[in-house]
């Protein structure tokens, strides 16, 4: 499900190689173009996570993502800015608590000693969904062209029903809670129950109702991190194709699909590994700050090298730090908000991506447009990891997981 959802979320950014000149869509205009979503994603986050709590996973994800699926194949019949712009406010508002609502779901499911491992596998998606999608995206772009329609039109379809037939299977498959669960006993409902039970009485995790949840001085920290960091993050999802291809003039689609796989594989790699090092070592701040460090650490060899082999080694290592940082990161809110407040407290910091996303590829889009170029851009990006590293070093943990 979230690698459909990352799909739909970013092919945007592989449809511009061609859909921007079809258009006449600037820099400036694409920037706010790919802010459109996060506006929409802002203000339909958190209500979406209180309906999912009280309608219940399986049915409110299966209508997430029947409604995003028909969104996005939508994109195939855009004429101008101004529908395009329409469609992805459309997709921020059906995709909104999609993530949320997973990581929410599983405080039902995994003990906070085991959740970063747990969250980092759901979240492998991201770097998975590089691998597939790159040479997906590039390969539509150039070979079909289906009824004499351009290539990125028919990347929109094709990636948006996926989304449905998984919607459909969603509200089928999926088991809510562990006490509704046909394949586990008697004992193991009973064990896991009491398990996640016994840790919130155990760290003194206190019931925190709704309107103190937005208040919380936790929860406020970490969407600050979150913006911050997601102002590097949304920005790199939506650019870095484009920016790749001016690594060379010879550079095909095809050879930026290529590349663009590459940090997929190693994020995919780096991601559960780190992850499952944080939940033995009962450790999470050091193990969301280095991530972000070696973030920077890709984007400066990105920006300021003159080989290209080392400004494709520097988006692999950027795609290694993204990917490391979310395991650590997201398993913190469950310890020290109850899961009814949880399901809250993660729509905050989550739908707080919307604010980083939106900013980010505004001030992104002006950048690049100016005499500043890519590698402004790629400065501004690394002052929001340093940004990001220092907040996150400031955070007080209760360390005992």
Request: aromatic share 14%; hydrophobic share 55%.
């Amino acid at each position: 499900m979230y690698i459909v959802n990352i799909l739909d979320r970013v092919n945007l950014g592989y449809a511009a190689m061609e859909m921007n000149r079809d258009l006449n869509i600037t820099s400036v205009a694409y920037g706010t173009l790919s802010a459109a979503f996060f506006i929409s994603f802002l203000m339909f986050e958190v209500p979406s996570n209180i309906i999912l709590h009280h309608l219940g996973t399986k049915k409110w994800m299966a209508r997430i993502m029947i409604t995003w699926g028909f969104i996005t194949a939508l994109h195939f019949f855009a004429q101008n800015f101004t529908q395009i712009y329409l469609l992805r406010f459309l997709l921020g508002i059906a995709e909104a608590g999609f993530f949320p609502g997973i990581i929410y779901y599983f405080t039902y499911w995994f003990p906070a000693k085991e959740r970063a491992w747990a969250t980092s596998l759901f979240m492998v998606a991201s770097p998975v969904s590089n691998i597939i999608g790159a040479p997906l995206a590039v390969f539509i772009l150039d070979h079909i062209h289906w009824f004499s329609y351009a290539g990125w039109r028919w990347l929109f379809v094709i990636e948006g029903v996926p989304a449905i037939i998984l919607g459909i299977i969603t509200l089928l498959f999926m088991t809510n809670k562990p006490q509704d669960a046909k394949w586990l006993t008697p004992e193991e409902k009973d064990w896991l129950t009491q398990e996640i039970q016994r840790e919130q009485v155990q760290n003194q995790i206190q019931h925190v109702s709704i309107a103190k949840v937005f208040a919380h001085s936790k929860v406020l920290h970490l969407v600050v991190i979150h913006i911050t960091i997601q102002m590097m993050f949304q920005s790199i999802s939506f650019w870095m194709p484009t920016i790749v291809k001016e690594f060379s003039n010879t550079f095909s689609n095809t050879d930026v699909g290529l590349i663009m796989m590459l940090p997929g594989i190693a994020g995919a790699i780096a991601m559960p590994i780190w992850a499952l090092h944080s939940d033995r070592a009962k450790e999470r701040k050091w193990h969301i700050a280095l991530p972000i460090l070696l973030s920077a650490l890709g984007l400066a060899m990105t920006g300021f090298s003159s080989s290209i082999t080392v400004k494709i080694l520097g988006v692999v290592l950027n795609g290694m730090g993204n990917a490391c940082f979310y395991g650590p990161f997201w398993s913190l809110p469950a310890t020290f908000l109850t899961t009814e407040s949880a399901a809250v407290g993660v729509a905050i910091i989550n739908s707080s991506s919307s604010i980083g996303g939106f900013f980010g590829n505004k001030i992104v889009g002006v950048i690049k447009d100016s005499s500043l170029g890519v590698s402004g851009v790629l400065v501004f990006l690394i002052v929001c990891c340093l940004g990001a590293f220092t907040l996150t070093m400031t955070l007080r943990l209760k360390e005992a997981i």
